[in-house]
């Protein structure tokens, strides 16, 4: 993890979106959103910025237990993200291809294992109610936290932060066709053991996550 925290801290310099006071956990953040990666983490960061308006400090892209724990431990209200490990695991390493897939599953799995005991300081959103509900899961921060959050986010808008939303028939063809692709590499490289670990805590977290 070591080599992807030194980026992180890069980027937070960088990238006009983010400001450096965002990269680690601290009493002065407003929201985080952290999960592992994959998990509609980009998507809701950058929506849930859109809903405000005053700028707001929103610790993100943490991709570490350890500073989403030490965040709600401090009080900032934490909205964790969820996906199926199968979906979540291909996307990271889509992205990363020098990560094998069988260390991102194993990942995955001690990263949930270590957020499960602190899930009551937080608001945990699945794939599907994230990408398609997130004013309502916005709604429900404000109603754990006692915030006062944006929730208005029009469906055009929306869109601007879902490329998938906005892809044309022929791109959604070819995104299945390179997902079955992925999908064999994921079964093919990785244990039926470490798979089910993972289903597992999937499946036990999923049962305690926001509900519309």
Same mark, same amino acid.
Not at 101 to 126: C, G, K, Q, T
């Given at each position: 993890m070591i080599p992807f925290t030194w980026k992180r801290k890069r980027r937070f310099k960088v990238r006009p979106e983010s400001v450096p006071e965002e990269a680690r956990a601290s009493r002065h953040l407003d929201l985080v959103i952290d999960g592992f990666p994959g998990s509609a983490n980009s998507f809701a960061t950058r929506a849930f910025r859109a809903m405000q308006e005053k700028k707001i400090l929103i610790g993100n892209h943490y991709h570490s237990?350890?500073?989403?724990?030490?965040?709600?431990?401090?009080? %900032? !209200?934490?909205?964790?993200? &969820? @996906?199926?490990?199968?979906?979540?695991?291909?996307?990271?390493?889509?992205?990363?291809?020098? %990560? !094998?897939?069988?260390?991102? &599953? @194993?990942?995955?799995?001690?990263?949930?294992?270590?957020?499960?005991?602190?899930?009551?300081?937080?608001?945990?959103?699945?794939?599907?109610?994230?990408?398609?509900?997130l004013p309502e899961v916005v709604d429900g921060l404000n109603a754990k936290f006692g915030t006062s959050f944006g929730t208005q986010l029009s469906p055009d808008r929306m869109a601007e932060f879902e490329p998938r939303l906005q892809q044309t028939p022929a791109e959604r063809e070819e995104r299945e066709r390179q997902k079955l692709k992925i999908e064999e590499s994921y079964l093919r490289e990785t244990t039926a053991r470490r798979r089910g670990a993972a289903e597992a805590i999937y499946e036990r977290l999923a049962s305690r996550s926001f509900r519309v």
């Open positions: 237990p350890s500073e989403t724990i030490r965040s709600a431990g401090m009080g %900032v !209200p934490v909205l964790m993200t &969820l @996906r199926r490990p199968a979906d979540s695991v291909s996307s990271m390493v889509r992205r990363w291809p020098f %990560v !094998p897939y069988e260390s991102a &599953l @194993r990942w995955y799995v001690m990263f949930y294992e270590a957020i499960e005991p602190h899930l009551n300081r937080m608001i945990l959103s699945d794939f599907p109610v994230t990408t398609k509900n």
